[in-house]
């Protein structure tokens, strides 16, 4: 199955808790998510910032994050999350379904971009073309916050999931700091899923 069909499927079944276990561990979740990601906006953003959210799923995200900018564009594959999204009375975001090409957006739109535990769910033979989309709908020079699930075992996906390392990732979108987990290999457990934040604050 391919991954669109894979999610829009996943989503008419769980909802938007899909991929965070309970509904508790959903709400747990989602507002640490907000927590780290509101201290890391304020750091490297302002109020007059343009944020993209890619793989926004319901805008659980975008909605409390766009108190802290000028507004938030989401873009997501399943047209159910994106509706879901859009049906919050919010005008400081607004959330578009990702289709195949470009992003509707022009180069340079944008101050900066997250994704989170959105890129290691893209096949290693589309994740190039989606990272160049990202970077330049990114203003040069701009920021982008990559909070992902990470593994030296990049040739060996699970299922729905294409790991790739912190060294990979920078691959794709140049020099990066991680500001939270080790990007390692364990010699228990080369397979164990790590989450890093990664920062690239130079997008080109």
Same mark, same amino acid.
């Given at each position: 199955?391919?991954?669109?069909?894979?999610?829009?499927?996943?989503?008419?079944?769980?909802?938007?808790?899909?991929?965070?276990?309970?509904?508790?561990?959903? $709400?747990?979740?989602?507002?640490?998510?907000?927590?780290?990601?509101?201290?890391?906006?304020?750091?490297?953003?302002?109020?007059?910032?343009?944020?993209l959210?890619?793989?926004?799923? +319901?805008?659980?995200?975008?909605?409390?994050?766009?108190?802290?900018?000028? &507004?938030?564009?989401?873009?997501?594959?399943?047209?159910?999350?994106?509706?879901?999204?859009?049906?919050?009375?919010?005008?400081?975001?607004?959330?578009?379904?990702?289709?195949?090409?470009?992003?509707?957006f022009?180069?340079?739109?944008?101050?900066?971009?997250?994704?989170?535990?959105?890129?290691?769910h893209?096949?290693?033979?589309?994740?190039?073309?989606?990272?160049?989309?990202?970077k330049? %709908?990114?203003?040069?020079?701009?920021?982008?916050?990559?909070?992902? +699930?990470?593994?030296?075992?990049?040739?060996?996906?699970k299922?729905?999931?294409?790991?790739?390392? %912190?060294?990979?990732?920078?691959?794709?979108?140049g020099?990066?700091?991680?500001? $939270?987990?080790?990007?390692?290999?364990?010699?228990?457990?080369?397979? &164990?899923?790590?989450?890093?934040?990664?920062?690239?604050? +130079?997008?080109?």
């Amino acid at each position: 199955m391919h991954m669109k069909e894979y999610w829009i499927s996943r989503f008419k079944s769980q909802g938007p808790t899909m991929v965070e276990g309970t509904p508790s561990e959903y $709400e747990t979740r989602t507002k640490q998510k907000v927590a780290l990601l509101s201290g890391l906006i304020k750091m490297h953003f302002t109020k007059k910032s343009l944020l993209l959210d890619y793989g926004c799923c +319901n805008g659980r995200l975008a909605h409390p994050l766009s108190e802290l900018v000028q &507004k938030v564009y989401g873009v997501d594959i399943v047209p159910d999350a994106i509706a879901m999204a859009k049906a919050v009375d919010n005008k400081k975001a607004d959330f578009f379904l990702l289709e195949e090409g470009p992003l509707p957006f022009r180069t340079g739109f944008f101050s900066g971009a997250y994704a989170i535990t959105t890129l290691a769910h893209v096949p290693h033979d589309e994740i190039g073309q989606v990272a160049q989309e990202i970077k330049r %709908v990114v203003r040069k020079n701009g920021i982008m916050i990559l909070y992902e +699930n990470v593994s030296y075992w990049i040739e060996k996906p699970k299922s729905h999931m294409f790991f790739r390392s %912190v060294k990979k990732y920078a691959e794709l979108f140049g020099p990066c700091e991680v500001i $939270e987990g080790v990007d390692k290999p364990r010699p228990d457990d080369l397979m &164990k899923e790590e989450h890093v934040v990664m920062i690239f604050r +130079n997008l080109k």
